[in-house]
């Protein structure tokens, strides 16, 4: 049975399609495809249906990642569907735990930048209202956050 990712932000169209894209072209490579799946999703339901944001996808472009997928609101049945759900900031961690009322999920539950291995940030900031620069920063953050998390991955497997 295939080991599940879940990558969460607010409205799924920036910073978790792209942790999503970049872990599916990281397991790709280490031809794991079939043993770990990712998906994503958002906390809102702001941008339902819509593809991954331009500016967002234009950054992950440059380092050869291509952005699939269309955005859907996180829902209580994600807390069973995955073995592993990954929040982009604190105010993502604190209301995806809110939906979980009996307390079951919580160990699911980790911050990204937690399994960053070279940078310091505790968030993933939201590049959403910024310039280009910030979309080029998350899309590094999150190479190098993904990279730690399949590392751990691996060892579950």
Known sequence: ?????????????????SAENIMRHLIEEEDLADQIICDSAGTSSYHVGSAPDRRMQAAARKKGIKLLGQSRQFSRADFQDF???LAMDNDNYRNILSLDRKGEYGDKVKMMCDYAENFRDTEVPDPYYGGDSGFDYVIDLLLDACDGLLTEVKKEL
């Open 1 to 17: 049975m295939a080991y599940k990712l879940l990558f969460v932000c607010l409205g799924n169209i920036c910073r978790s399609p």
């Open 83 to 85: 073995d592993l759900i």
